[in-house]
């Protein structure tokens, strides 16, 4: 029996969590070329890398995950994805309905939850995160963003 093909919706979505497995993918591989701990030979590296870029590139489309993915990727809850989602720590994928998360977004929360959970124990990961957030949304402040400015053009005065 021959396999059906996904309905354009499904296709889509399938996209996209593979545009984000091949994203995670390629960061792996860049941070393993960097830390220079990869145990074949950096040229293969180098070359995996190239196919990965290009997979990226060629699956770079506007269309997101599902809340259902997102909260499997991330190992929590549809309701708290969709609180992450209220709260600014992931980002909709614009005029898309039902609702769809932006991919990048998730890869980059995942990152930030596989630190967290790695340096605290148990659920003490929650607060780690907590914490984070408070940054970020601090350093969005317009007086922080100002300040960067300032130090970047040189202008700032030690006392």
Do not use: F
Not at 62 to 69: A, L, N, Y
Not at 123 to 149: F, I, M, P, S, V
């Amino acid at each position: 029996m021959a396999p059906t093909v996904p309905k354009p919706r499904e296709l889509q979505r399938r996209t996209a969590l593979a545009h984000l497995d091949a994203e995670a993918l390629l960061r792996d591989i860049e941070c393993e070329h960097e830390a220079g701990t990869q145990a074949v030979a950096p040229e293969v590296v180098a070359r995996w890398a190239e196919i990965m870029k290009q997979i990226v590139d060629m699956l770079d489309t506007p269309v997101g995950i599902t809340v259902e993915q997102a909260a499997d990727r991330l190992g929590v809850t549809q309701p708290t994805i969709r609180r992450w989602l209220r709260e600014g720590l992931l980002r909709r994928t614009s005029g898309r309905k039902p609702m769809e998360v932006e991919p990048r977004s998730v890869l980059e929360l995942q990152v930030v939850l596989r630190n967290a959970r790695e340096a605290y124990p148990d659920r003490q990961w929650t607060k780690a995160l907590a914490a984070y957030l408070h940054d970020r949304d601090l350093q969005n402040q317009g007086w922080a963003r100002q300040g960067r400015e300032e130090l970047a053009r040189g202008e700032l005065v030690e006392l």
